[in-house]
């Protein structure tokens, strides 16, 4: 029984290695599964593709046509997509490393000064732009905030005080400061209208701005001029803690510069400004008096 078998096994794995001649196909041959061979690869549709094999079958030695080619191009492409990530690496070291030109540069340039937008006036917004690298004629993002919501119309409210002060100068002989600083809260309410009004970005806005800079600077300059002729030492306590309070609030609407932080602190501004400006022409009264 057992030399039976022995042949028989012996009969099979003749006919199987006369039958296994080079070149020819192992698709529709039977064999008996303990001498199946293995069954060949199938050939990938694509060269990358036949460069993906299983770690099992890179022990064989069945090799593929162009297998070579496509690995050396995909490590190619990949030695490509290290360069330049490297590449990309070292700019944004670069530019990290980069000093700013101004103290401004986190501030978009504005694209929208010219003749238009500014009129006989471009000439002095293109200063102010470059010599501040954009922050000049840049100004807050209020949304939500508008003319029309409570918040709004309470922030505008506060020009109010500069109009009041104006006039009290007025009534008491100092027609000039108060005139100034009447001026300049009509150009303040107009300027922030129009902030609340349009938004971001637009050459309204800038033209506001730019006008106000003129205007509370005058108003600005004058008192000051008023305490350095009255003598920094005669100037009223409550003027220097109120000018000291306007010039911390100012600070602040530039750390804060967006929405409801912005309105808070400029209104403030506003309301300790005008009475700085109020206090400082009195005294300016008493002194020329």
């Known amino acids: 029984m057992m030399m039976a078998r022995c042949l028989r096994i012996a009969i099979l794995l003749s006919a199987q290695l006369s039958d296994a001649k080079p070149g020819s196909s192992f698709q529709h041959r039977q064999y008996p599964l303990a001498f199946a061979p293995s069954p060949p690869l199938r050939r990938a549709t694509s060269t990358s593709s036949q460069c993906t094999f299983n770690a099992s ?13 496509g690995g050396r191009i995909i490590a190619n492409r990949l030695s490509l997509q290290e ?84 006039l009290a100068l007025g009534v008491q002989g100092e027609w000039f400061l108060g005139a100034l600083t009447e001026i300049a809260g009509i150009v303040s309410f107009w ?44 100037v009223p306590l409550d003027a220097i803690l109120a000018a000291g309070g306007a010039v911390v609030c100012l600070t602040l609407c530039w750390v804060w510069e967006f929405g409801y932080p912005y309105i808070f602190w400029h209104s403030l501004w506003h309301i300790l400004s005008a009475y700085t400006g109020y206090l400082i022409g009195r005294e300016h009264i008493t002194t020329i008096s």
């Open 57 to 69: 079958l890179l022990s064989r030695t069945h090799s593929f046509p162009g297998c070579e080619r």
């Open 191 to 234: 300027y922030h209208y129009s902030q609340l009004e349009f938004g971001k970005n637009r050459a309204e806005v800038r033209l506001a701005l730019l006008i106000d800079y003129f205007t509370a600077g005058s108003a600005l300059i004058t008192g000051g001029v008023y305490m350095i002729q009255a003598g920094i030492d005669s």
């Open 83 to 166: 360069n330049s990530s490297d590449v990309l690496t070292e700019e944004t070291e670069a530019e990290d490393l980069k000093l700013p030109e101004t103290i401004f540069t986190r501030f978009e340039r504005p694209k929208d000064i010219n003749t238009q937008s500014f009129g006989p006036l471009l000439p002095i917004a293109k200063a102010v732009d470059d010599a501040t690298g954009g922050w000049g004629l840049s100004y807050a993002d209020l949304h939500p905030a508008t003319p029309r919501t409570s918040v709004g119309q309470a922030f505008l409210a506060t020009n109010f005080c500069y109009a009041a002060g104006g």
